[in-house]
């Protein structure tokens, strides 16, 4: 099959969270299986170009309509380690994705509707025919509107859609002038709560909508976060949609590329280990210590890697740093927010906790670190108030490293618990709290770290039982492959 994957990240070029991983890992997979796969992206001014090879232009007249004007494009082709990148880049006084970061600025529905516009035109221009185009988030909700509504009137009559949700927390909630920009000229017709009509605000647009109304079939990161954006809060407005397309929805949970995340072979940590060398991940653990000044003593590492935003709980990630090092731990965290509120209160905490010898507040996106921390560390922690699917905690089983996650979404589906779950022993990885709150993530890792101290060969059981899982793209690369073939059948 020939399947096109239009996305606002792709990792490691284009990184904030975990789409981008999934974007890499997924393609990698459908390649391996026999596809060929491109992924068309903006060309942002931030990206990570010594992750791309062989950039140059492919295409340097393409004009795009946008309002009443036309904006010229340049279009760029490279390898984003073995993948097929096309990187569009406007010419425009507005500088969309010329900004120092991805996300964050207050025209962002302006300016990745001007990327999904963009994306057609190129294929369209470029021959493109694919069987599917597969499409990530709000950032691309408008592309099955333009395919189906416009472009197919163009000839683009192949192409079938998926589209797949990572986040309903970012819908994408705009103006209905996004419509008139990008040419979709009937707001009536659109702004009809069967279509685009964001369902809380009646004269604005919701561009994840319009990807759910739209598409041929839809997925989410994990089955549990399939249910729970269905019969929960955690739609944000969206179940009811979810409802009525409840025929062309699913929950595939995402995969990890092991090519990329896998002890044995990792070239970013100095001590390379598997299930049966395991004893080699504390040289990892000394060079983590190392390298960010901790001191060398007997006791576990925690750690925290991902994005401080409010989904990720950062009140409870502050709180489990000052009970970890009063309850004989070190704590390591790496994370950064695009808000600066979330920012400056982590940077005031580092620095209050700047001359303890058992702490590390990393403030910043740093990759390559990223990986000597899943290694070097003990235990991970992901308190999140939802989780879509979440990869750290998937990450850190493979690295051998004991996850502390709330039960929410993807969490759900992947750890459970030492003591309480259902499942037999060997299938026990990691620890579980409900309530999201200080007492919920205490009781937590105070069974997590008790175990480390009291039972050492028990809590070295669990970090073999996690490394067992198979969280590999080999699974989810076989639902999605089902459901192209079934959505291009149809
Ligand atoms: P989300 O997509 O909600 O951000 P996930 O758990 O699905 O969360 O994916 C997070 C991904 O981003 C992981 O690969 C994680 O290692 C990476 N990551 C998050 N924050 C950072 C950071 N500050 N530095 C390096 N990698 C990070």
Request: proline fraction near 5%; charged fraction near 20%.
């Amino acid at each position: 099959m020939y399947i096109v994957m239009i996305t606002p990240e792709c990792a490691p070029a284009a990184k904030v969270g975990g789409l981008a991983d999934v974007v890499y890992g997924l393609c990698h997979e459908l390649e391996i299986r026999g596809n060929t796969v491109e992924i068309i992206l903006p060309k942002y001014d931030c990206m990570r170009y010594d992750h791309i090879y062989g950039l140059h232009i492919v295409y340097n007249d393409l004009w795009v309509p946008f309002y009443e004007h036309w904006v010229h494009c340049s279009v760029f082709f490279g390898f984003v380690h073995g993948r097929s990148c096309f990187f569009i880049e406007p010419h425009s006084e507005k500088n969309f994705f010329h900004r120092g970061i991805l996300y964050g600025h207050g025209d962002d529905p302006e300016r990745f509707a001007f990327f999904c516009r963009a994306s057609l035109e190129f294929m369209l221009k470029a021959n493109k025919h694919p069987d599917i185009i597969h499409c990530h988030d709000w950032q691309t909700g408008l592309v099955p509107v333009l395919l189906f509504d416009m472009y197919r009137n163009y000839g683009m009559t192949h192409p079938r859609v998926c589209y797949t949700l990572h986040n309903l927390g970012h819908q994408g909630v705009t103006g209905e002038s996004i419509l008139r920009a990008v040419g979709l000229n009937r707001p009536d017709y659109y702004l009809h709560p069967d279509r685009l009509r964001d369902d809380f605000n009646p004269s604005a647009v919701n561009l994840m909508k319009a990807g759910i109304v739209y598409s041929n079939f839809v997925t989410t990161v994990s089955p549990s976060y399939a249910g729970e954006i269905q019969h929960s809060h955690l739609s944000y407005g969206l179940g009811h949609t979810l409802f009525i397309h409840g025929q062309k929805f699913g929950g595939v949970l995402n995969g990890i590329d092991y090519d990329v995340w896998n002890p044995e072979i990792d070239p970013h940590i100095p001590y390379r280990y598997g299930i049966d060398t395991i004893g080699d991940k504390y040289g990892d653990k000394e060079a983590l210590r190392h390298r960010l000044l901790l001191q060398q003593v007997y006791k576990p590492i925690v750690s925290y890697i991902g994005r401080l935003d409010h989904q990720k709980g950062v009140g409870l990630i502050r709180d489990a740093i000052f009970y970890c090092l009063s309850h004989g731990c070190q704590f390591v965290l790496l994370g950064s927010s695009t808000n600066q509120g979330i920012n400056n209160d982590f940077l005031n905490l580092k620095h209050h906790l700047n001359n303890d010898p058992d702490c590390h507040l990393e403030i910043g996106f740093d990759e390559e670190l990223s990986h000597l921390i899943y290694a070097g560390s003990d235990m991970m922690i992901v308190p999140s108030l939802f989780e879509p699917c979440g990869l750290t905690q998937m990450i850190a089983m493979k690295y051998g490293t004991v996850p502390v996650v709330r039960a929410t979404g993807g969490l759900l589906d992947t750890v459970f618990d030492a003591n309480y779950s259902h499942r037999p022993y060997h299938e026990r990885n990691g620890y579980v709290f409900n309530d999201f709150n200080y007492k919920g993530i205490e009781s937590a890792l105070q069974r997590a770290i008790g175990m480390w101290y009291s039972y050492p060969q028990h809590f070295r059981e669990l970090m073999v039982n996690g490394m067992r899982y198979d969280f590999s793209w080999n699974h989810p690369g076989q639902h999605y492959q089902n459901i192209y073939e079934y959505i291009r059948d149809k």
